[in-house]
């Protein structure tokens, strides 16, 4: 089983920034997608960012030009650097993690979520 672990989320004036980060634990494991999704009550989890093996960014249209996706290969980690924030982009951010263990089953992992309140 792959544990992710997230970091970064907070309180944040609008304007502000924050950077999520989220660490998969587990060894021999090939990762090929990990994103960042987030849900407020009530609504779907949707996807903010997403980044694949050698593939350009992808982001939601509410997010360009503000946020931006990273990945270190080596410690199998995903950074959400999120700028000019508002108060729309109030929500619980989960990382996703997917891939495969060598050898083994394929597994897609989440996080737990941490909350992101932007507000005065």
């Known amino acids: 089983q792959v544990q992710l672990v997230e970091s970064g989320g907070g309180l944040v004036q609008p304007g502000g920034s924050l950077r999520l980060s989220c660490v998969a634990s587990?060894?021999?494991?090939?990762?090929?997608?990990m994103a960042w999704y987030r849900q407020t009550p009530g609504k779907e989890r949707d996807l903010v960012a997403s980044?694949?093996?050698?593939?350009?960014?992808n982001y939601a249209d509410s997010v360009k030009g503000r946020f931006t996706i990273s990945r270190d290969h080596a410690k199998n980690s995903v950074d959400l650097q999120m700028n000019s924030l508002t108060p729309e982009d109030t929500a619980v951010y989960y990382c996703?993690?997917?891939?495969?263990?060598?050898?083994?089953?394929?597994?897609?992992?989440w996080g737990q979520g941490t909350q992101v309140t932007v507000a005065l």
């Open positions: 587990g060894s021999r494991i090939n990762i090929y997608f």
């Open positions: 996703n993690v997917r891939g495969i263990h060598i050898p083994g089953p394929s597994f897609d992992s």
């Open positions: 980044i694949n093996n050698g593939v350009t960014p």
